[in-house]
């Protein structure tokens, strides 16, 4: 009965993993997927969640089950970190919080929530995005369309594109915003734009989702790094936010992150709260406990919490160093004249090259530079020793 069943493309982030994984070349160099590497290029676990783990090894914590909302003390930093404690939607207990199976996991449960509450509602997201979100809203069975996002001529943001998709999608849309550090393109809009923004999803009754997967990550700053989302609560709107601590504190596969839903009233966020767990229920009943202390025992431990401030901007510090030296090393090696300060005025994480899809298979074909095919590298990923490979890499397929 499964004979009928066809083989699966592999994921466009993950298969470039795997891909890596098999070639035996001694330069390749993986910078598909977004995890953050030392300058050895080796994993890294935070310091100060070994230590946490260690305490909580002495203390014997049990392994019991959480409820299905997650473990309170998580959720109250949770929300905590992305709104600010002394923020009114905290004071009024306006947002209802639920742990979620880091960012993916959380993402799931609020496009269920939209499917059943806000049936035939659309999501609207930038484009391009992060792989998964078309994943995400199609299994959910949510509407999507796209917004223009990405300007090709300028490698920058299309914002007029953008404001006028805004404005013209149906009332009452969700519309989809990377709170920091936009994957692929690591283009952000200024504080200005952001408010623009904010101003035609109020005028169309659009819902605000953020997805915040870099907290801390883009500038080092937790609260620089929030600013969007605030700037979108302090006007007294309704949103959603999905958080992820994959990358700001290295959990990766812990599985850690929530999904925040800010409501207009107390009385509303316990209602949303209770349907966001019976959606949780069905689908995994309740959520990992491990990722979870690690973060409640960091941000409620003052010394603690400096150290993670610190090593996030120790982290944010070196991929602005390698973004650095990338760009210095294209600009000396290239002799076509060829503006490369894009790369510098990006953020986060990510590059986006602009190398177009042929010009990406010759990265991995000739130079076993892996990356995803929409000409996105990982910085996380590359060394300040392998920055001169690299630019020699991107110099040859550009003018190939
Ligand atoms: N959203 C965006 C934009 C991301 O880049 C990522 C991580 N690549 C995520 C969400 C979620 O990742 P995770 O499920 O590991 O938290």
Redesign the pocket.
Known sequence: RFEGITMAPPDP?LGVSEAFKADTHGNKLNLGV?AYRTEELQPYVLDVVKKVEKHMLERGDNKEYLPIEGLAAFNKATAELLFGADNPVIKQQRVATIQG?????S?RVAATLIERYFPGAKVLISSP??G??KNIFNDARVPWSEYRYYDPKTVGLDFEGMMSDIKAAPEGSFVLL?GCAH?PTGIDPTPEQWEKIADVIQEKNHIPFF?V??QGFASGSLDADAASVRLFAARGLELLV?Q????NLGL?AE?I?AINIVCSSADAATRVKSQLKRIARPMYSNPPVHGARIVANIVGDPALFNEWKAEMEMMAGRIKNVRQKLYDSLSAKDRSGKDWSFILEQIGMFSFTGLSKVQSDNMTDKWHVYMTKDGRISLAGLSLAKCEYLADAIIDSFHN
């Open positions: 982030i977004g199976l880091s960012g993916t996991g993402l995005t992060w998964n979100h990377h994957n997805d997967a870099y999905a992820s601590y994959s990358k990766y599985r992150g």
